[in-house]
């Protein structure tokens, strides 16, 4: 009885790990998005007066929009313009309803596109929450960050929703200035 127990113990262990790896195989595939898949106008969240703004009706125009932040920001925090080689894209919000925080969750694409620092990246994600909090959704707010996005969008996993996915896999965190 004991004998049998152990093994089925160890075959529970291997489909697990065969699951596992077969996910991991899956995202790999996935790692870097080729397309939007939210329809236009895109909106992003003016964090200044707390309002969305429907700044670019099409996909070429809100790609220009995500470069002109990332190379922005980039220009400050890391001393370089070096803007991310894959072209921007947006699933809205990754996994999850898009709710009225949809806009949200573009802004908070473009950081996770463009990349950075760790500290860039935990500022991202709290403005996230914030953001989302300012739609009235705190709790929810709270959720998205602390239990999906800080687990799932480390750039360390080979997804399409990871920090730095506009970058080549494997992408780390930039280095401190």
């Known amino acids: 009885m ?8 160890c075959e529970a262990l291997l489909r697990g790990v065969f699951c596992l790896l077969s996910v991991l195989l899956f995202s790999a595939c996935t790692v870097t998005p080729t397309k939007f898949t939210i329809d236009p106008p895109y909106y992003v969240y003016d964090s200044s007066d707390r309002t969305d703004i429907k700044t670019q009706k ?6 220009q929009y995500a470069q002109a932040i990332c190379e922005h920001h980039r220009k400050i925090n890391l001393k370089s313009k070096k803007r991310p080689p894959n072209r921007f894209t947006s699933d809205g919000c990754s996994m999850s309803p898009d709710g009225n925080w949809e806009s949200c969750c573009i802004e908070h694409d ?36 602390n239990l999906s996005v800080q687990t799932g969008g480390s750039p360390l996993w080979p997804t399409s929703f990871r920090w730095g996915y506009g970058w080549p896999y494997p992408y780390s965190y930039d280095s401190e200035k």
């Not at 004991?2 to 089925?8: A, G, Q, R």
């Not at 596109?113 to 914030?130: I, K, P, V």
Request: aromatic share 10%; net charge negative.
């Open 2 to 9: 004991k004998l049998e127990t152990k093994i089925s113990s």
């Open 110 to 145: 473009i950081s996770y596109w463009c990349g950075g620092t760790q500290q860039d990246r935990t500022d991202a994600d709290n403005n996230l929450e914030s953001c989302i909090g300012d739609k009235g959704h705190t709790y929810y707010g709270w959720v998205a960050n």
């Open 58 to 63: 099409t996909e070429v125009k809100m790609q």
